[in-house]
C-alpha cells in the first residue's frame, strides 16, 4: 500500500528539522569542529533521502521538498538573526559556497532521471553522502600531503578516501542488488571511483554537491550496459591520462585541479566521440606547454580550473550536441572553437611576451598559430573541397575573434589571469562556433 504523499512530506521535514536542531543543541554544548558539524548533517541529509525510491511513487513530492529545502537555508544563509540563532550548523566554515543549495537540488534533479529506478538513484546519493563527507573529515583531521586548487587547497589522503569510499558505495550495491557480473562490477567501481575523485577535486563553491551526484548517475548510465573489453578499455586511456598529465604538469602554468580537469575534458572527449575529437583539445594543450615553455620557468602556477573550464566548455557544448544530434559534421565548428582558444592564448602571450609588436602583426601572428595548427590538420584529415571552403571561413572568425578580444579584453599586455578574461575568452569561442555551423547548415551538412 503507497504512503499518503504529504503524510510522508511532512513526517521527512519534520525529521529534518530535528536533526537540524539537534545538531544545533550538540554544537552548543560540545563546540566540535564546524567541519565535523557540517558533513554530519551532510551525512545525516543523505541518509534519508536514500529512502525516497521507496517512500515516493511520483517525482512531484521529492521536487516539492527540494524547493522547500532551498527556500528555507537561503532564508537561514541570508536573514541575520536565523542566521546567529541557528546558521553555524551550515555557515560555521568560512567558505563561500552554495553547497546547501546544490544538495537538495541534485537529490530532486537525480529523482526524476532515475525514473523510480532505486539503484540508479541510491548509488550516486551514496557517493555524496559518504564519501564526500569522509573526504572533507580525513582531509581536515590527516590531509599532510597538499594539492592546489582554485579554493587553497586540498589533501591527497582526503581524495583517496573519497576514493575508497566512492569505489565501496558502487561496488557493493552492484554485487548485492543487480545482474551485473562480479568482473564488470568491479571495473565499473573503479573507473567511476576515480572519475567522481576528479568531480570532487576540481570542484569550487560547492560544486560538488551537484558534480558528484548527476556525474555518478551518468557514468552509472554509460557503464552499465558494457562488456569487460570495453571497461578494461576505459580504465586503461583513463590510467594511461592521468599519468601523462601528472607527469607533464611541471611544464604549465596550471594549478593541479586545473590539470586534473583537463584529464576530465580528454576523456570525456574521448569516451563522447572519438579519437579523432582529441586531436584539438590536445593540440591547444601541447601548443601551450610550447608556446608557454620561458614563462613556465618564471611565473607560477597561476591558471586554475576556471581558466580550464572557459577553454573546453565551449568545444565541449558542441561536442555534446553533435552527440546527441547524430551529427559528426559539427566536428568543424568544435574545432574551429578550440582554434579561437588557441588563438586568444597566442594573443596574451605574445602581447606580453613582445611590447614592441604593433597590434596587426600580433593579430596576425596569433590568428595564423590558431588557424594552421587546427583547422589544417582537419582539413587534411576530411579532405573535400568543401572542407578547403570552409577552412577558408574559419580563418576569417578566428581572425575577428582576435580582433575582438585583443580590444575587449582590458590591459593585454600584462596577460590577465582573473576569471572575467577566462568568460570572455569562452564567450568569443562559443559565439565563433555557432557562426561557422551557419554554412553547415545553408549547404546541407546538418
Keep these: 500500500?503507497?504512503?499518503?504523499?504529504?503524510?510522508?512530506?511532512?513526517?521527512?521535514?519534520?525529521?529534518?528539522?530535528?536533526?537540524?536542531?539537534?545538531?544545533?543543541?550538540?554544537?552548543?554544548?560540545y563546540?566540535?569542529?564546524?567541519?565535523?558539524?557540517?558533513?554530519?548533517?551532510h551525512i545525516m541529509m543523505g541518509s534519508i533521502t536514500l529512502t525516497f525510491p521507496w517512500l515516493f511513487n511520483e517525482t512531484w513530492p521529492v521536487v516539492t521538498l527540494a524547493a522547500s529545502t532551498i527556500i528555507g537555508l537561503w532564508v537561514l544563509k541570508n536573514y541575520k538573526a536565523m542566521?546567529?540563532?541557528?546558521?553555524?550548523?551550515?555557515?560555521?566554515?568560512?567558505?563561500?559556497?552554495?553547497?546547501?543549495?546544490?544538495?537538495?537540488?541534485?537529490?530532486?534533479l537525480l529523482f526524476v532521471l532515475a525514473d523510480g529506478n532505486a539503484l540508479l538513484?541510491?548509488?550516486?546519493?551514496?557517493?555524496?553522502?559518504?564519501?564526500?563527507?569522509?573526504?572533507?573529515?580525513?582531509?581536515?583531521?590527516?590531509?599532510?600531503?597538499?594539492?592546489?586548487?582554485?579554493?587553497?587547497?586540498?589533501?591527497?589522503?582526503?581524495?583517496?578516501?573519497?576514493?575508497?569510499?566512492?569505489?565501496?558505495?558502487v561496488h557493493i550495491p552492484l554485487l548485492l542488488f543487480s545482474d551485473v557480473g562480479r568482473t564488470e562490477s568491479l571495473l565499473i567501481a573503479l573507473i567511476m571511483g576515480?572519475?567522481?575523485?576528479?568531480?570532487?577535486?576540481?570542484?569550487?563553491?560547492?560544486?560538488?554537491?551537484?558534480?558528484?551526484?548527476?556525474?555518478?548517475?551518468?557514468?552509472?548510465?554509460?557503464?552499465?550496459?558494457?562488456?569487460?573489453?570495453?571497461?578494461?578499455?576505459?580504465?586503461?586511456?583513463?590510467?594511461?591520462?592521468?599519468?601523462?598529465?601528472?607527469?607533464?604538469?611541471?611544464?604549465?602554468?596550471?594549478d593541479d585541479s586545473a590539470i586534473l580537469g583537463l584529464v576530465l575534458i580528454a576523456y570525456v572527449t574521448w569516451s563522447v566521440e572519438s579519437w579523432l575529437w582529441l586531436l584539438a583539445p590536445c593540440t591547444v594543450f601541447i601548443a601551450y606547454v610550447l608556446f608557454n615553455l620561458n614563462a613556465n620557468t618564471r611565473v607560477e602556477r597561476t591558471h586554475s580550473i576556471q581558466a580550464v573550464v572557459c577553454v573546453g566548455m565551449p568545444s565541449l557544448m558542441v561536442l555534446f550536441l553533435a552527440r546527441g544530434l547524430d551529427q559528426p559534421?559539427?566536428?568543424?565548428?568544435?574545432?574551429?572553437?578550440?582554434?579561437?582558444?588557441?588563438?586568444?592564448?597566442?594573443?596574451?602571450?605574445?602581447?606580453?611576451?613582445?611590447?614592441?609588436?604593433?597590434?596587426?602583426?600580433?593579430?596576425?601572428?596569433?590568428?595564423?598559430?590558431?588557424?594552421?595548427?587546427?583547422?589544417?590538420?582537419?582539413?587534411?584529415?576530411?579532405?573535400?573541397?568543401?572542407?578547403?571552403?570552409?577552412?577558408?571561413?574559419?580563418?576569417v572568425l578566428v581572425f575577428?575573434?582576435?580582433?575582438?578580444f585583443l580590444h575587449w579584453q582590458p590591459q593585454m599586455q600584462d596577460c590577465p589571469t582573473d576569471n572575467a578574461r577566462w568568460w570572455r575568452q569562452g564567450s568569443i569561442a562559443i559565439s565563433a562556433a555557432l557562426i561557422s555551423s551557419v554554412p553547415l547548415y545553408l549547404f546541407g551538412e546538418i
Design 1 to 29: 500500500m503507497s504512503l499518503n504523499p504529504w503524510l510522508t512530506m511532512a513526517i521527512v521535514t519534520l525529521v529534518l528539522l530535528a536533526l537540524f536542531a539537534g545538531l544545533r543543541v550538540y554544537q552548543t554544548r
Design 31 to 41: 563546540s566540535p569542529h564546524p567541519e565535523f558539524v557540517r558533513k554530519l548533517l
Design 83 to 108: 542566521r546567529q540563532q541557528w546558521g553555524d550548523v551550515l555557515h560555521g566554515v568560512s567558505r563561500n559556497s552554495l553547497g546547501e543549495i546544490y544538495f537538495p537540488a541534485a537529490v530532486a
Design 121 to 169: 538513484f541510491c548509488i550516486p546519493i551514496l557517493i555524496l553522502t559518504l564519501a564526500d563527507a569522509l573526504a572533507a573529515l580525513i582531509g581536515v583531521r590527516y590531509g599532510q600531503v597538499k594539492y592546489k586548487t582554485s579554493e587553497g587547497s586540498k589533501s591527497l589522503e582526503g581524495s583517496l578516501a573519497f576514493f575508497t569510499v566512492a569505489f565501496l558505495s
Design 194 to 254: 576515480i572519475l567522481v575523485m576528479l568531480f570532487e577535486a576540481i570542484a569550487w563553491r560547492g560544486l560538488d554537491n551537484l558534480f558528484i551526484p548527476l556525474g555518478s548517475f551518468i557514468l552509472l548510465k554509460t557503464y552499465l550496459p558494457m562488456d569487460t573489453d570495453s571497461l578494461i578499455l576505459k580504465l586503461f586511456v583513463l590510467a594511461l591520462l592521468l599519468v601523462g598529465f601528472y607527469l607533464i604538469r611541471r611544464k604549465t602554468t596550471l
Design 329 to 395: 559534421q559539427l566536428l568543424y565548428p568544435y574545432t574551429l572553437a578550440y582554434a579561437v582558444q588557441l588563438t586568444l592564448i597566442g594573443l596574451a602571450r605574445i602581447k606580453f611576451d613582445h611590447a614592441e609588436f604593433n597590434n596587426t602583426r600580433v593579430l596576425l601572428q596569433a590568428s595564423f598559430q590558431g588557424w594552421i595548427l587546427l583547422l589544417i590538420p582537419l582539413t587534411i584529415v576530411a579532405f573535400t573541397l568543401g572542407s578547403i571552403y570552409y577552412a577558408l571561413i574559419a580563418a
Design 400 to 404: 575577428l575573434s582576435a580582433y575582438l
